[in-house]
């Protein structure tokens, strides 16, 4: 247990994002005990001239316009700094030198002003968390000077973003900083080349809203769906998921029926599953709507694509699933070996439909409350206590 500390977080995500975000979780966690500035990611130009007007942004712009305080308070111990102005966008340039300079410029303007908040704050000897973010704290350790510095890698950066700079720039942020922790044991074989001192620090999740004893009402559009059903919540793509393999199982299994929660891509849209009259789409729900979902299905699922996206990716939704004792299948992965004893890990349409039928078949009340203690053991406590473990000041 680290206590009496002061922590500052930089990162990808800023905090009004619409979706979880462990780097809020860790955050969250560690101001239990010490004190901790959450740095919001900052508006590029173009961002602010744009039209987007999801909550994260429009909180921003309003920042920016001076319409609300660059500074908020959230509990006793965290504070979130919000820019009030706007840097260059540059993932567009050409890497190296050029993209660097620009880089820097926009790195020294947003540290610059962060120091003044921390001194405001009685900040000193802080220690450095950045989140997953290689462009905008690449320069974080130099200007901030912090005691100690941890890069955070909970994500594999195989998207345009990251391919023009990242595979440069990572190694040597990992490098720079004291210690690199990681939620997979695939991401942490990824960066042990650049950093020896790197450490699977787990998953941790909120699982208050997924409370088994609670009485989810059923959720209406699911009134009229017959059983049994196998679920799936989430967003719906085809860079995650795996389309044709749920029209296979679902077209062998008429008998069940297949949900799939979430907003979906246009290939999605246009996916021949939309033919099956056992497969139904029920759209995008708030995130508090979920759980009531999860827990009026008979099985969850996970059918992901096997892609440099999901092969080393942490599952928040198997925790979710399990919190709520149900039984769930899911794409065999590297980062999914650990459920191995609470899930069944597919690697064919044949193998689902075995799954399928085998949860049917053996689910009982005790297995039920096996999966619910495994889940209970992903906590944030646990997690940021393993990070904790690896702080060396």
Same mark, same amino acid.
């Given at each position: 247990?680290?206590?009496?500390?002061?922590?500052?977080?930089?990162?990808?995500?800023?905090?009004?994002?619409?979706?979880?975000?462990?780097?809020?979780?860790?955050?969250?966690?560690?101001?239990?005990?010490?004190?901790?500035?959450?740095?919001?990611?900052?508006?590029?130009?173009?961002?602010?001239?744009?039209?987007?007007?999801?909550?994260?942004?429009?909180?921003?712009?309003?920042?920016?316009?001076?319409?609300?305080?660059?500074?908020?308070?959230?509990?006793?111990?965290?504070?979130?700094?919000?820019?009030?102005?706007?840097?260059?966008?540059?993932?567009?340039?050409?890497?190296? #030198?050029?993209?660097?300079?620009?880089?820097?410029?926009?790195?020294?303007?947003?540290?610059?002003?962060?120091?003044?908040?921390? *001194? *405001?704050?009685?900040?000193?000897?802080?220690?450095?968390?950045?989140?997953?973010?290689?462009?905008?704290?690449?320069?974080?350790?130099?200007?901030?000077?912090?005691?100690?510095?941890?890069?955070?890698?909970?994500?594999?950066?195989?998207?345009?973003?990251?391919?023009?700079?990242?595979?440069?720039?990572?190694?040597?942020?990992?490098? *720079?900083?004291?210690?690199?922790?990681?939620?997979?044991?695939?991401?942490?074989?990824?960066?042990?080349?650049?950093?020896?001192?790197?450490?699977?620090?787990?998953?941790?999740?909120?699982?208050?809203?997924?409370?088994?004893?609670?009485?989810?009402?059923?959720?209406?559009? #699911?009134?009229?769906?017959?059983?049994?059903?196998?679920?799936?919540?989430?967003?719906?793509?085809?860079?995650?998921?795996?389309?044709?393999?749920?029209?296979?199982?679902?077209?062998?299994?008429?008998?069940?029926?297949?949900?799939?929660?979430?907003?979906?891509?246009?290939?999605?849209?246009?996916?021949?599953?939309?033919?099956?009259?056992?497969?139904?789409?029920?759209?995008?729900?708030?995130?508090?709507?979920?759980?009531?979902?999860?827990?009026?299905?008979?099985?969850? #699922?996970?059918?992901?694509?096997?892609?440099?996206?999901?092969?080393?990716?942490?599952?928040? *939704?198997?925790?979710?699933?399990?919190?709520?004792?149900?039984?769930?299948?899911?794409?065999?992965?590297?980062?999914?070996?650990?459920?191995?004893?609470?899930?069944?890990?597919?690697?064919?349409?044949?193998?689902?439909?075995?799954?399928?039928?085998?949860?049917?078949?053996?689910?009982?009340?005790?297995?039920?409350?096996?999966?619910?203690?495994?889940?209970?053991?992903?906590?944030?406590?646990?997690?940021?206590?393993?990070?904790?473990?690896?702080?060396?000041?």
């Amino acid at each position: 247990m680290i206590k009496g500390k002061n922590f500052v977080f930089t990162g990808l995500q800023p905090w009004d994002i619409s979706i979880g975000s462990n780097a809020k979780d860790i955050a969250l966690e560690i101001s239990k005990q010490n004190k901790v500035l959450y740095i919001n990611t900052p508006l590029d130009k173009k961002t602010y001239q744009s039209k987007e007007n999801t909550p994260e942004i429009t909180r921003r712009k309003n920042v920016i316009k001076k319409k609300l305080p660059i500074l908020r308070q959230i509990n006793l111990n965290l504070w979130v700094l919000d820019f009030p102005f706007t840097i260059w966008p540059i993932n567009f340039l050409p890497d190296g #030198m050029l993209f660097d300079l620009a880089n820097k410029y926009n790195s020294i303007r947003m540290y610059s002003f962060a120091k003044k908040i921390l *001194k *405001k704050l009685h900040f000193d000897n802080y220690i450095l968390f950045i989140d997953n973010d290689i462009y905008r704290s690449f320069y974080a350790n130099e200007i901030l000077s912090p005691v100690f510095s941890i890069y955070y890698r909970r994500d594999n950066l195989v998207s345009s973003y990251w391919q023009k700079h990242a595979p440069r720039l990572e190694p040597i942020l990992s490098k *720079k900083c004291n210690i690199v922790v990681v939620n997979s044991i695939q991401l942490s074989e990824s960066i042990l080349p650049y950093n020896p001192k790197c450490y699977d620090i787990g998953q941790g999740l909120d699982l208050s809203k997924y409370d088994y004893r609670t009485k989810y009402p059923k959720p209406k559009d #699911m009134l009229n769906i017959s059983q049994p059903t196998i679920g799936y919540v989430g967003w719906i793509t085809s860079r995650r998921l795996d389309a044709d393999l749920i029209f296979e199982v679902a077209k062998k299994c008429r008998q069940m029926s297949f949900i799939l929660v979430g907003g979906e891509d246009k290939y999605f849209k246009n996916h021949k599953l939309h033919t099956l009259s056992n497969v139904y789409f029920l759209g995008e729900k708030k995130q508090e709507e979920i759980p009531a979902y999860v827990a009026h299905f008979d099985i969850c #699922m996970n059918p992901q694509q096997i892609n440099q996206i999901t092969i080393g990716n942490y599952p928040r *939704k198997i925790d979710e699933y399990l919190a709520l004792g149900k039984p769930v299948i899911a794409t065999k992965t590297k980062a999914m070996a650990m459920f191995d004893k609470y899930v069944w890990n597919c690697t064919s349409v044949d193998e689902y439909i075995h799954a399928i039928h085998e949860a049917l078949q053996t689910n009982s009340q005790e297995l039920i409350q096996k999966r619910i203690n495994f889940a209970h053991t992903h906590t944030w406590t646990n997690s940021v206590n393993q990070l904790y473990s690896h702080i060396n000041i």
